[in-house]
């Protein structure tokens, strides 16, 4: 197999197909075991004398290449099992699983193995990556398993700094998790602040955290804490915003409560992600739709990203007795592909859909939608829509030759977005972006009058409210292209184009009267916005213009 291997690595191979079939003739020729991709990386890695072709082989070898291609290696991992707040009647209830999940999905399976570890599943990840070819040098952490919010104060700071710590050490002697026993909240603060700090400069930079929750449980005591936390995006249980669709599946939250929570996550300077499941009971295609059209057209929404997830039957729910009942009837898959096909016709350019459909094996689904890649059946039958992910460069060598500013204007509760993007002429391929939200002026310029304090939250919240005063706020930058670790090769990122859509973002704050700009910058990455002469300041990079 050896022989194969040092063969291969002496071709210039194009594609994955043609790799294969170059394996298949060559194994055929000298009667032997046709080596996988893994083994091939392998190789490849401890070989110092390899072909000149080696950086396109490695792209071809990588397994699922496209989880990087947006510039950042994503890692899922899952809280341990708590009680949920909620009685939703779709959600599925297992022993030893948390709420809503299921125990054969991929990642609950994995974080089982890990009996839930957060520093062993972050470490898992990363070198599950490495092995499938990718460089996991820029992590986003995205952590799922129920409502965030309503876990136990302690575990969450805990949970957060094993990640960092996770990400610090790995590859290194100090391979080993922080346990929580006989630590105190403030002795687990110390702690993670040193482990962010020591993650600005670390090899595995966490440049972005996820957390899950609910509507009703966002509040500006939850916002600080998810700020010290270093949350950058935050995904929101919206389900549909029709309070008597709500009401009938036992949601526990209303349209009000989605609305104040996008516009608090929105003063915060957050990225907002809505979950929306169609096809629940009390729902209809054209109901909808009409949902789907609001969330864009009512500035109370407007979010960032959306995932959808639409409605399926699975034993342990509510909806399950519903529709042994025959009180209820999931959409059938010729009206679900007609629904979001209709939706993706009106996604905004400045909107990312992240998923299609969640991950849970058929064999777990009683009644619905069976089609796990849904994306990729619409995309080869020809359906395209604008959003961000569909204008994402799919190819791992293309250059910018030249590109064009594009800025949408748009308004949200209460101020204005900048989607400010950087896209090549026909504004088919885009290479980077960046978000721009400014405050309503009446409210941001309020003089806030000294509290009689000697501490504790509302301390905190009056001093971010004098950092973030007469700020306008960076909730994003984003350049696409491969994940390209510092100091490599430069392709789209580090090229510069950040820079570009930074200055633009500032040139536009000060046409509208703001003195400063503070960005909600990932842990990994105030080190590049320190080099653009801001400042941190309470969690924020903080710059005068």
């Known amino acids: 197999m050896n022989i ?24 055929k020729k000298l009667n032997s075991k046709i080596p996988t991709n893994s083994e091939i990386l392998e190789h490849f890695k401890n070989n110092k004398q390899i072909a000149n072709n080696r950086e396109n082989l490695e792209i071809i070898l990588r397994k699922r290449s496209i989880r990087t291609m947006s510039g950042i290696a994503p890692v899922a991992i899952l809280t341990k099992p708590y009680p949920c707040p909620g009685q939703c009647a779709y959600c599925p209830t297992e022993k030893n699983v948390p709420k809503s999940y299921l125990s054969n999905e991929p990642a609950v399976m994995r974080a089982i193995r890990c009996n839930y570890n957060p520093y062993v599943q972050v470490q898992m990840r990363l070198k599950a990556l490495e092995a499938n070819g990718h460089h996991p040098e820029k992590i986003e952490i995205i952590v799922i398993g129920g409502t965030w919010s309503f876990l136990p104060k302690k575990y969450k700071y805990w949970y957060i700094l094993n990640c960092f ?19 105190g909240i403030n002795k687990l603060k110390n702690i993670l602040n040193k482990e962010q700090k020591k993650n600005e400069n670390a090899k595995y930079k966490i440049i972005g955290l996820t957390l899950e929750t609910r509507p009703d449980y966002i509040n500006e ?145 009683i009644a619905g939608n069976k089609i ?63 978000r721009l939200y400014l405050p309503e ?7 806030i009058p000294v509290p009689n304090f000697t501490g504790g939250i509302q301390k905190k919240i009056y001093e971010l409210k004098i950092t973030l005063g ?59 916005y320190i080099k653009l002469e801001y400042e941190l300041d309470n969690t924020y990079m903080i710059k005068k213009i």
Not at 442 to 447: P, S
Request: with cysteine; proline share 3%.
């Open 221 to 365: 005591n939850e916002l600080i804490e998810m700020r010290e936390l270093g949350c950058t995006r935050v995904e929101l249980g919206v389900q549909a915003i029709d309070d008597k669709i709500l009401k009938l599946n036992k949601r526990g939250s209303n349209v009000e409560q989605i609305s104040r929570a996008t516009k608090m996550l929105r003063d915060y300077g957050f990225k907002i992600t809505y979950h929306i499941m169609p096809g629940l009971p009390g729902s209809t295609p054209k109901k909808d739709l009409e949902m789907f059209k609001r969330i864009f057209n009512d500035k109370k929404f407007q979010p960032d990203q959306i995932k959808f997830y639409p409605t399926v039957v699975t034993k342990g729910s509510l909806l399950y007795q519903w529709w042994k009942q025959g009180k209820y009837k999931p959409y059938s898959e010729k009206v679900l592909k007609k629904l979001i096909i209709d939706c993706k016709k009106v996604v905004p350019k400045y909107v990312r859909i992240i998923r299609l459909i969640r991950d849970i094996p058929g064999e777990s689904i």
């Open 165 to 183: 710590k996770a990400a610090n050490d790995f590859k290194s002697i100090n391979n080993y998790e922080l346990k929580i026993k006989n630590l």
């Open 470 to 528: 007469n700020s306008a706020l960076i909730r994003e930058l984003h350049v696409y292209g491969e994940l390209v670790p510092v100091g490599k090769n430069k392709k789209i990122q580090h090229a510069g184009l950040g820079k570009k859509l930074m200055k633009e973002a500032e040139k536009i704050s000060k046409r509208n009267n703001f003195n400063k700009v503070a960005i909600i910058a990932g842990v990994g990455v105030r080190n590049y």
């Open 372 to 434: 796990t890649n849904l994306r990729q059946v619409l995309e080869q039958e020809g359906v395209k829509c604008n959003c961000i992910r569909c204008r994402e460069p799919k190819n791992f060598k293309f250059q910018i030759i030249n590109f064009k500013f594009n800025i949408i204007k748009y308004y949200v509760s209460p101020g204005e977005e900048y989607f400010i993007s950087a896209e090549s002429k026909d504004g088919k391929i885009l290479y980077g972006f960046c």
């Open 441 to 447: 002026k009446k409210q941001n310029n309020i003089v």
């Open 4 to 27: 194969i291997i040092k063969e291969l690595l002496k071709i210039n191979i194009k594609d994955r197909n043609e790799l294969m079939a170059i394996k298949r003739k060559l194994a």
